[in-house]
């Protein structure tokens, strides 16, 4: 696999450690947000980019959130299509993360008792919420077909993400 970095400097993945890649990622997150653009083209960007970027990451993803109604909406996305586009709060990792108002890192998607299930070979999730000040304005999803794929590094750099793009909510 191979990243490029915003002056198109090809990096070897192989040569960089996985901090390296999440820092140069992270970058080209922030340089998208700083770019002007349609927003949901620039949340499409940044799901392109997490996707190809990171092996584990199979499906990225935002959803949006209808606080009046108590829903999840779903926004600009990479990888399978879903049938998941509206999920109630409560529902789902993705709709219990919107009621806790928290990150939800699921290792293993099986043991998840009502999970909305994507695709079959998903098999771990990570949800971070992205807040505006106090206000939950959407979540960052991330699927994936390992098991168990996610770790403190993820949540570190996805919390980096969601800060980012908090900034065009
Ligand atoms: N698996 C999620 C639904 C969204 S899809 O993964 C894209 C859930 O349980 O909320």
Not at 65 to 88: F, M, Q
Not at 111 to 130: A, D, G, T
């Amino acid at each position: 696999m191979e990243i490029t970095s915003g002056d198109g400097q090809k990096i070897v993945d192989r040569e960089i450690d996985d901090r390296t890649i999440r820092e140069e990622l992270l970058s080209q997150v922030r340089k998208c947000v700083a770019r002007a653009g349609p927003r949901d083209e620039v949340l499409k960007a940044i799901c392109r980019l997490l996707y190809d970027g990171i092996d584990r990451y199979d499906w990225v993803g935002f959803y949006f959130v209808d606080a009046s109604r108590k829903v999840l909406r779903l926004g600009p996305y990479v990888g399978a299509p879903t049938r998941h586009v509206k999920i109630p709060f409560g529902q789902g990792v993705c709709g219990l993360a919107a009621q806790k108002r928290q990150a939800l890192m699921v290792p293993d998607v099986f043991k998840v008792v009502n999970y909305l299930s994507c695709s079959p070979r998903v098999k771990s999730e990570f949800v971070m919420p992205i807040f505006v000040g106090s206000r939950m304005a959407a979540e960052l999803d991330i699927d994936s077909h390992t098991l168990d794929a996610f770790g403190k590094s993820d949540k570190d750099f996805l919390e980096a993400v969601a800060g980012a793009v908090a900034e065009i909510l």
